[in-house]
């Protein structure tokens, strides 16, 4: 977005200069001064994009790595959490059993 205002800026001082020119009211110095000045204002601008750019670029991998991280918490906590399911119902088969064992003891007694 920034770079395409640049752009166009860049282009209507382009016209600009040539409607002046064509009308025979810039000289052939003026010219060349301002096309200089129009050419290191579209260079001065090309950097700032290409910076703006480089800046986003790390924000991106600044926020994937942070996504990363962040999977592998989630990961380790679902893990963390399949092991403590695993040992609940590795106690609830045991209550089961002795209630089995328990109700059958009960039958032979009768």
Known sequence: MTKDRALVG?????????????C??????????AKKKVEAKEQEVKKKVEAGQEDLKKK??????????????LEKKVDDLDEKLDDVEKKVDEVLKRVDAQEQQDQKEK
């Open 10 to 22: 860049v282009m209507a001082v382009l016209v600009l200069l040539a409607f002046a020119a064509g």
């Open 24 to 33: 025979g009211l810039v000289s052939d110095q003026d010219r060349q001064e």
């Open 60 to 73: 991106v991998d600044d926020l994937h790595k942070e996504v990363e991280v962040g999977q592998e918490d």
